[in-house]
């Protein structure tokens, strides 16, 4: 069984990724601020991280698998710089005596334990400067490739994607 479950509310509460030692105290917390019961709930070894828009198929996609090396997180290269930016923000919350992290993406979030996070910190951050340049480069293709569609009238504007409403999580 994973280690992990990926719970989904209805459309006010946002996607969890919540890790079984946390998954009680969570959705018990959760149901007490917006009265939302999960109504789906999977067994998860992989969490997508998504922020949304726009993407090329043959983009790339990084991975790390978190400690106790039961969850891999997942993301395009071009959302990289969005992760790891809220990632070192994070405000720590607490659960019956449990200290977490929420990452937020798009439609969902990560519940992390601080040291889940500690190691993401060290891990991109070892990696940041490599992963930038790769995800710029990714950018440019994306520009150049609209420009070619774009170039018969057709008009496709790019926008990287900063914003992430925060909504219910």
Not at 16 to 28: A, G
Not at 42 to 61: L, N, P, R, S, T
Not at 138 to 154: G, H, V
Request: proline residues 4%; contains cysteine; aromatic residues 12%.
């Amino acid at each position: 069984m994973a280690s992990w479950k990926l719970v989904l509310f209805d459309d006010r509460v946002k996607a969890h990724y919540i890790p079984e030692s946390l998954y009680k105290d969570i959705v018990d917390e959760l149901y007490t601020r917006y009265l939302r019961k999960p109504f789906v709930e999977y067994d998860k070894d992989q969490a997508i991280f998504d922020v949304g828009g726009m993407v090329m198929q043959d983009e790339e996609w990084l991975s790390w698998i978190t400690p106790p090396k039961d969850l891999m997180v997942t993301m395009r290269v071009t959302h990289f710089q969005y992760a790891y930016d809220e990632l070192l923000q994070l405000e720590e919350r607490e659960v019956n005596g449990q200290k977490y992290y929420k990452l937020h993406g798009w439609l969902h979030c990560i519940v992390l334990t601080p040291a889940q996070r500690a190691f993401l910190l060290r891990e991109w951050g070892i990696q940041a400067q490599l992963i930038k340049e790769k995800s710029l480069l990714a950018n440019l293709e994306f520009e150049r490739r609209m420009a070619e569609i774009n170039k018969d009238r057709q008009v496709i504007i790019h926008q990287p994607r900063v914003d992430i409403p925060k909504g219910k999580d």
